[in-house]
Structures are given as C-alpha cells and as structure tokens.
C-alpha cells in the first residue's frame, strides 16, 4: 500500500490502519521528515514492512520519483490511497495565480500523475488493484473562502470517476471520500494559528456539531480501508459523504 501525507492526520491514521487491516507492507510519502519517523516506528512495531521518499508534491517529477521508489523497495503496489493535500483559504476575490497553482498541483496534479503509475502499473500485472482519493465535502460548492481549495477537490473528485470508468474492466477500482471537517494537527494550526481562533476553538466547533465532535483521522481510516478492501467490492467510481450534515435537506 502507498500513502501519501503519511506524516501525520489522515495519512498515518491510513498507513497504520492499513496495516492492521493487513497489509503486508506500507511505503510512506510526505514533504515533512520531521514527523514521519512517528508513522515509521508505530508500523514497525507492529511487524510491518514499511519505507519511506521524501517528496513534495508541488514538484512535477514528484509522482514518478515516489513510485519508482515504492516500487523498488517492495517490488509491486497493490493500494494507492492520496491523502496528502493543502488547505489554504482563498476565495474568488482574494486568490492568487500563485495559490491556485499550488493548490492544483499538490490536490489534483500529484494525485493523477500517480493514478496513472498505479493504473500502469496493475495493467502490466494483469492484477487488480485499488485507490482512494481523499476529497472534501467542499466538492459541493465549499464556503466562499474555500473558493480555490474546493476547486481542487471538485477536480479530483471528476478524475475519480472518470478513471474509475475508464478502467473498470482492468478490475481496478478508484473510489473517494467527500471528508467533512476533520481533526488533525494541520487543521488545529489553521484555526488557532493562521486564522488566530485560539485553543477554544476545536471545543466551539465540536459543540455545533450533531455528534459533538469532529471527525477523526481513525473514522477517514477506517472508510479508506474498507474502499481498498475485498469487501467493498465491486463499487467502484463511488464518492461517499463522510460528514455529519446531510447535502440537500435544510431545517426550515
């Protein structure tokens, strides 16, 4: 299996439950070396094979030197899942060309180019294979501020299908995940760091909540694993909600 964004959030929680789910081998990818060491040593710990590339997805030869790597380390691919992203606020009147090239890149780019080594890659196997693309509920339209960011996903959420279709006879299956608001640590920096919300702000928000909490990185885990599994199969090309607010019905 390979995940991207493994250093922290919803990476980790992926690449760990992943391996408690069975994976035979995890090969890790993230820009931040500082933190993967964490997601490296909890997999070892559990006698799992795991690897990792530095790689920072803005890069254009990013995709091919992250692949190449897995592969040389374990020889074949079987899961792909892109959990790495950027959540940068810009709406249509304050974004940047600079900040919507970033965005496109890390959130939409990077993950094609490795749908397309992964795809390439169980073709040639003969073998089927799976992916997860981790979305956002923002695909829907997203809050003003999202402008940019909901874009990206929006775009990953067509490819998603698209290529699902594209290659449903080959028995790869590619399915994502509309994430809701999640806990991890770069959104508790968003709040209370960039946007200046303070250490209140997680409790505030959990509070408006229908569960009274946030998602989870271990609940986006657990969905991603039974995407990649046999037993959600055949559903493919699938984008499911995972939010505690239903899209369409309004309270009056």
Known sequence: MLVTGAAQGVGQAVAIEGARGGAAGVFLTDRNTSKIQVTLD????????AAFVEADLIDTAAPTKIFSAALAHFGRIDALVNAAGMTDRASLQDATTDLWDRLFAVNARAAFFLMQRFVAHRKDAESPGSVV??????VHGGTPELAVYAATKAALAVLTKNAAHAHRFDRIRINGINLGWTDTPAERHMQSVTLNYGNAWLDEAAARMPFGRLLSPDDVARLTVFLLSDASGPMTGALIDQEQSVVGPRDR
Request: no cysteine; glycine share 8%; hydrophobic share 45%.
């Open 42 to 49: 909890t997999l070892h710990e559990m006698g799992v094979e």
């Open 133 to 138: 693309n981790i979305l956002s509920i923002n």
